[in-house]
């Protein structure tokens, strides 16, 4: 069992090192931010029944970045919240974002809710009120999220989602 763990945290060490370099993950942070805003201002977004998922974003990817580098958080909540930024980051996911748009951030969120849920279910949420930047109560939210999602990306996507989390994190 140690050496799982030893894997993970090596694991773990090296994916936030890549991704969380600040101006790495502030980069991404502020361009998908002034996507999100240059989409809610077009037809497409008024138009979008999940606009307020998607416009919470940029938030959830600050949320869980602040909860990696926080020293509060375990291991095993990091190595999920690390893979789940990894996720968001890639090009290439099961909704690809160059491909659909701003839309294709839709099962990025769908991740960041389980993740979060999970996180909450096995730690105090007052760390994720913390660093909640958003609008509106977040774990309210991530319910509303969770709820909809089988509606939002479909439930095959999202068990091919929650699957490649737990091949990855296991």
């Known amino acids: 069992m140690?050496?799982?763990?030893?894997?993970?945290?090596?694991?773990?060490?090296?994916?936030?090192a890549e991704i969380l370099e600040e101006e790495k993950?502030?980069?991404?942070?502020?361009?998908?931010?002034?996507?999100?805003?240059?989409?809610?201002n077009s037809q497409n977004a008024k138009d979008n029944k999940w606009a307020s998922y998607l416009i919470a974003a940029p938030d959830l990817f600050y949320l869980m970045v602040k909860l990696v580098m926080d020293?509060?958080?375990?291991?095993?909540?990091?190595?999920?919240?690390?893979?789940?930024?990894?996720?968001?980051?890639?090009?290439?996911?099961?909704?690809?974002?160059?491909?659909?748009g701003i839309v294709g951030y839709?099962?990025?969120?769908?991740?960041?809710?389980?993740?979060?849920?999970d996180f909450i279910?096995?730690?105090?949420?007052t760390l994720?009120?913390?660093y909640w930047l958003g609008e509106?109560?977040?774990?309210?939210?991530?319910k509303k999220i969770i709820s909809t999602t089988d509606e939002?990306?479909?439930?095959?996507l999202y068990r091919k989602l929650i699957d490649k989390l737990n091949k990855k994190v296991n």
């Open 2 to 16: 140690a050496d799982q763990n030893d894997f993970k945290e090596e694991k773990e060490v090296e994916i936030e």
């Open 25 to 40: 993950y502030e980069d991404f942070y502020q361009k998908l931010r002034k996507k999100v805003m240059t989409w809610l």
């Open 71 to 100: 020293k509060e958080v375990e291991t095993d909540q990091k190595v999920k919240l690390v893979f789940a930024l990894a996720y968001f980051i890639s090009p290439f996911d099961l909704l690809p974002e160059a491909v659909l």
């Open 106 to 117: 839709l099962d990025d969120v769908a991740l960041t809710a389980y993740v979060l849920n």
């Open 121 to 125: 279910a096995k730690t105090d949420e």
């Open 128 to 130: 994720i009120r913390k």
């Open 136 to 142: 509106g109560d977040i774990l309210d939210l991530i």
């Open 152 to 156: 939002m990306i479909g439930s095959g």
